[in-house]
């Protein structure tokens, strides 16, 4: 069965770093985009970064540019996200995504598979 598994998470002050991971297994990573996606409660889920499934794209939130950084190593079947520079308004939880997009005669099809978050928060 499919599994995504986040890692990483916990306290920080801000200025601080994290390195978030995800381990993916189950389905054939290297044919899925990757993206993070964070949330807080009562919000709705938001796009924080995303990779292509070769690594020949990335992109980010622009609330995040230039502090957070998406990349993966598909020998290992892991997404990362290395967060630097980190502020109070980056508290979430957040949550690996996988998703595989396909084409047929009917149109475009898109397969989503989440984790199931990891807590980060920062805070002096």
């Known amino acids: 069965q499919v599994q995504l598994v986040e890692s990483g998470g916990g306290l920080v002050q801000p200025g601080g770093s994290l390195r978030l991971s995800c381990i993916a297994s189950g389905f054939t990573f290297n044919a899925y985009a990757m993206n993070w996606y964070r949330q807080v409660p009562g919000k709705e889920r938001e796009l924080v970064a995303g990779i292509t499934s070769s690594s020949s794209s990335t992109t980010y939130a622009d609330s995040v540019k230039g502090r957070f950084t998406v990349s993966r190593d598909n020998a290992k079947n892991t997404l990362y996200l290395q967060m630097n520079s980190l502020k109070p308004e980056d508290t979430a939880a957040y949550y690996c995504?996988?998703?595989?997009?396909?084409?047929?005669?009917?149109?475009?099809?898109?397969?989503?598979?989440w984790g199931q978050g990891t807590q980060v928060t920062v805070s002096s």
């Open positions: 995504n996988a998703r595989g997009r396909r084409f047929t005669t009917k149109g475009l099809t898109s397969t989503d598979y």
